[in-house]
């Protein structure tokens, strides 16, 4: 069964830092780019960033560069976003995507930052 299962989510304090995980299975991990979106309520899904099928590059956006690194292990079948320094705006369901041919989304996690 193709499929990608995030994880790691939940509620944290202004300044804090959550790490996300994606594990993937059904599929040859290793040949896909991998990216995290998010979306707020009432708002688009966005991209939140993104990293190539080796590792190799990656991208942010502005709004989390300095302050987000997302990464991947692909023994592991694993991409990981490790979010630092939260802003109440980050409140978010957080996505992860395979792409290649194709495109596969996993359920979401949900990242509430509050005090």
Do not use: H
Request: proline content about 3%; aromatic content about 10%.
């Amino acid at each position: 069964q193709v499929q990608l299962v995030e994880s790691g989510g939940g509620l944290v304090q202004p300044g804090g830092s959550l790490r996300l995980s994606c594990a993937a299975s059904g599929f040859t991990f290793s040949l896909y780019a991998m990216s995290w979106y998010r979306q707020a309520p009432g708002k688009e899904r966005e991209l939140v960033a993104s990293i190539t099928s080796a590792g190799g590059i990656t991208n942010y956006a502005d709004s989390v560069k300095g302050r987000f690194t997302i990464s991947r292990d692909n023994a592991k079948n694993t991409v990981y976003l490790q979010m630092n320094s939260l802003l109440p705006e980050d409140t978010a369901v957080y996505y992860c995507k395979a792409t290649r041919l194709g495109v596969i989304w996993g359920q979401g996690t949900q990242v509430t930052v509050s005090s």
